[in-house]
């Protein structure tokens, strides 16, 4: 069966420091990735998504970026975090046009 | 570009008391999904309604995709306090490569009451 690890579950970091979230899935090949960000009681959005390896596409402007560089791992990273980056991110896989199994997310605080 | 709004924003009911969470979308969509989140966890995947008019039905939950695929419902009856959670609906805003990337619909919470 298949199953997607996110770690840490919860992370406390200073503005200004870097971040790096990962997401690994396990029990199938070629997976569709993506990252989501949750702010507090809100909606979920888009961040990023990839359909292959090498494959990023980002739908909000900002300082986060991600890389895929195996078929299975998805990493969320950023060189220097803002206030404004806290909050709930969810990293998710699909097949075609299936749905997303998300993953347990991680609880970012910027302090 | 592609909105999802879901009404209401939030609902409190009573144990036993039936529940509807609305979704329309702003384009017509080729699938709709429905995820629950509860509180503190992540969403999980529900069900995906493909068909026109569709109905499908899990237990208690029942959801309707509508005729012009641009609204759907998800009415739970006889409610139960392990319905608390936010619904959130999903449209595919676009099909990229074999993606399926998903613009998720605002959500509705829902708290139960004894």
């Known amino acids: 069966s298949q199953t997607i690890h996110q770690w840490p579950a919860t992370l406390v970091q200073p503005v200004g420091s870097p971040l790096s979230l990962e997401c690994t899935v396990e029990g199938t090949s070629n997976p569709n990735l993506y990252w989501y960000r949750q702010a507090a009681g809100r909606g979920l959005q888009l961040l990023f998504y990839?359909?292959?390896?090498?494959?990023i596409s980002s739908e909000v402007p900002q300082n986060l970026s991600a890389s895929r560089p195996q078929d299975r791992q998805f990493i969320l990273s950023s060189k220097k975090l803002l206030l404004s980056d806290s909050g709930f991110y969810l990293c998710?896989?699909?097949?075609?046009?299936?749905?997303?199994?998300f993953g347990s997310g991680t609880r970012l605080t910027v302090v | 570009g592609q909105q999802v709004m879901q009404i209401p924003q939030y609902q409190h009911v009573q144990e036993g008391e039936d529940f509807t969470t609305y979704c329309n979308s702003s384009?017509?969509?080729?699938?709709i999904q429905w995820y629950k989140q509860r509180p503190g966890g992540h969403p999980v995947f529900l069900i995906q309604?493909?068909?026109?008019?569709e109905v499908k039905k899990q237990k208690r939950l029942t959801f309707q995709f509508g005729e012009a695929k641009k609204n759907s419902s998800l009415h739970i009856t006889a409610t139960q306090t392990t319905d608390v959670g936010t619904y959130f609906c999903?449209?595919?805003?676009?099909?990229?490569?074999?993606?399926?990337?998903?613009?998720f619909g605002t959500g509705t919470q829902l708290k139960v009451e004894l």
């Open positions: 998710a896989w699909s097949f075609q046009t299936y749905g997303y199994t």
């Open positions: 384009t017509t969509l080729s699938n």
């Open positions: 999903a449209g595919p805003g676009e099909v990229t490569g074999g993606g399926n990337k998903l613009t």
């Open positions: 309604l493909v068909k026109s008019g």
């Open positions: 990839s359909v292959g390896i090498g494959q």
